[in-house]
Nanobody
């Protein structure tokens, strides 16, 4: 089992920045990829960014050039640096990890609100 705790959400004006953190605990040795998803009101959950244990990253087109995902393996923590935020980035952001046994774990989410 892996437990995830997100932090760093909040209210920010358009053009501002926030950094989200997600700390994993439990069977962290089993973690392969870590990532962030988001769900805006009335919309489906969507992938934002992922990072593998080896450091390979991928991003949704809508956040490329503005968001950066990074990972501290020693601290079992994944970060999402969000710059140039837009009102359409408003959503609940969820941390996700995938294990080598193909299991997925989710955090409870942290709300990001971007005002125009």
């Amino acid at each position: 089992q892996v437990q995830l705790v997100e932090s760093g959400g909040g209210l920010v004006q358009a053009g501002g920045s926030l950094r989200l953190s997600c700390a994993a605990s439990g069977s962290t040795f089993s973690i392969n990829a870590m990532g962030w998803y988001r769900q805006a009101p009335g919309k489906q959950r969507e992938l934002v960014a992922t990072i593998t244990r080896g450091g390979s990253t991928s991003y949704a087109e809508s956040v490329k050039g503005r968001f950066t995902i990074s990972r501290d393996i020693a601290k079992n923590t994944v970060y999402l640096q969000m710059n140039s935020l837009k009102p359409e980035d408003t959503a609940v952001y969820y941390c996700n990890v995938g294990t080598y046994a193909s299991r997925d774990y989710w955090g409870k989410g942290t709300l990001v609100t971007v005002s125009s």
